[in-house]
Every structure is written in structure tokens, then in C-alpha cells.
């Protein structure tokens, strides 16, 4: 069964430091998306993104923050300089074509951790 | 997207029925109600949708109340593999885009 694919697992930086969080969208699905989940709290939107642009994103998404398709195949959160409270599960999503069911596949998350 | 309320905490025994209850008394004639579930700080994974009709696949049943106010998930046969977070969501449209806004969910424990 396809998957959404998140690499690394486990990401550890030292505050100030640019990180960039990697995922493989499921092959056929044009809407991707980024989510975040702090230790014990909600999984909260981060971004949409759909035909190259962004769609939506949400407060948390400031100017830090930046998401790129750089080629067919990957999506990638880059984070411009880490603060210690940006430590928290990233979760890359995405689904099929408009028109089809509302189904977000999720990956296993990167664990960022900020020091 | 309408407000759900799902209680914070379930206990079930396993082989048992699990049948976690949502409330959304503001939904519009147009929201779905979906399910996902997170296992142990994994991603979250899609279970079953609906609108009105009850629905079933090879993980869930989803019941919706006539008026729409209120939906059960039922895990028919739980497992211990089953204990996780379960997410009520109420979105517009089965065919739109959009982001997913999660709640706190219900825990479920099923235990040995």
C-alpha cells in the first residue's frame, strides 16, 4: 500500500540552526500539507500546498518557515532558524485530487528536537 | 468547520465493542463527519467518513444520529492494537481541499 514517506525520524539541532524536514507525498496525490504536534498537545496545521504555490497556512507558519516542492517527488518544510519551542512531531499529509474523498494520508512524523 | 465534543478518556476490554461517541450539534448540511486515529504520537490514520447514512468499512462502523448531532465509531472487535487517540472531525465537502482542525480526542485503552 502507498505511503507517505518523512525522513529523518529524528532530527536534532541546536537553536538558531536551519533545519529542512523531508517527505515523499504518496505518488498520485497533489495536495500536501504540514502538521505539527508539540509533546502532549493537538496535531495543529501547519501549511496546504497545492500546484506548486501555498494555499492556506495558519499563525504558526510565520516567516521562519518555508515549504518547497523542489522536484516531482519530494515536499520539504524548512525552518530558518529554530527556536526552542519549534520541538514538537512534524507531520507531512497528502491527498488525491479535488473531486475525490477528503482523505488525508498522514507519514510517521519527524521528530524535531531543538537544543 | 463545526465544533465536536468527544469525552477525553475510554476504557474497553478486548474482543469487546468499542463505541466512542462524538457530538457536533452545530453541524451544517453540508459537513462530513471523519475519524482518524493516532497511534502512539504516529500519524494520524483516516478510519471511515460519512454524512447521514451509516457507513462501515474493513477498520470502523459510523453511526450518525437521524438529526446529525451526534455520531458513534464503533471498533466492533477491539485489540490492544486498537488503543490509541481517536479524532471527531467535522469538515465541509467529501470532495474539497483543506486543512484538518483536531481536536483533543478520545483515549481509548483497550485492555487485556
Known amino acids: 500500500e502507498p505511503e507517505v514517506t518523512q525522513t529523518p525520524s529524528h532530527q536534532v539541532t541546536q537553536m538558531g540552526q536551519e533545519v529542512i524536514l523531508r517527505c515523499v507525498p504518496i505518488?498520485?496525490?497533489?495536495?500536501f500539507y504540514w502538521y505539527r504536534q508539540i509533546l502532549g498537545q493537538k496535531v495543529e496545521f501547519l501549511v496546504s500546498?497545492?500546484?506548486?504555490?501555498?494555499?492556506?497556512k495558519s499563525e504558526i507558519f510565520d516567516d521562519q518557515f518555508s515549504v518547497e516542492r523542489p522536484d516531482g517527488s519530494n515536499f520539504t518544510l524548512k525552518i530558518r532558524s529554530t527556536k526552542l519551542e519549534d520541538s514538537a512531531m512534524y507531520f507531512c499529509?497528502?491527498?488525491?485530487?479535488?473531486?475525490?474523498?477528503?482523505?488525508?494520508?498522514f507519514g510517521a512524523g519527524t521528530r524535531l528536537s531543538v537544543l | 468547520d463545526a465544533k465536536t465534543t468527544q469525552p477525553p478518556s475510554m476504557d474497553c476490554a478486548e474482543g469487546r465493542a468499542a463505541n466512542l461517541p462524538c457530538n457536533h450539534s452545530t453541524i451544517s448540511g453540508n459537513e462530513y463527519v471523519y475519524w482518524y486515529r493516532q497511534i502512539h504520537s504516529q500519524g494520524p490514520q483516516y478510519i471511515i467518513h460519512?454524512?447521514?447514512n451509516n457507513e462501515t468499512n474493513e477498520m470502523a462502523s459510523l453511526i450518525i444520529t437521524e438529526d446529525r448531532k451526534s455520531s458513534t465509531l464503533i471498533l466492533p472487535h477491539a485489540t490492544l492494537r486498537d488503543t490509541a487517540v481517536y479524532y471527531c472531525?467535522?469538515?465541509?465537502?467529501?470532495?474539497?481541499?483543506?486543512?484538518?482542525?483536531f481536536g483533543k480526542g478520545t483515549k481509548l485503552s483497550v485492555k487485556p
Open positions: 499529509a497528502s491527498h488525491p485530487m479535488a473531486g475525490r474523498r477528503n482523505i488525508q494520508y
Open positions: 472531525i467535522v469538515r465541509v465537502g467529501e470532495g474539497s481541499q483543506g486543512n484538518l482542525i
Open positions: 460519512g454524512l447521514k
Open positions: 505518488s498520485n496525490h497533489l495536495y
Open positions: 500546498f497545492y500546484n506548486n504555490e501555498i494555499s492556506e
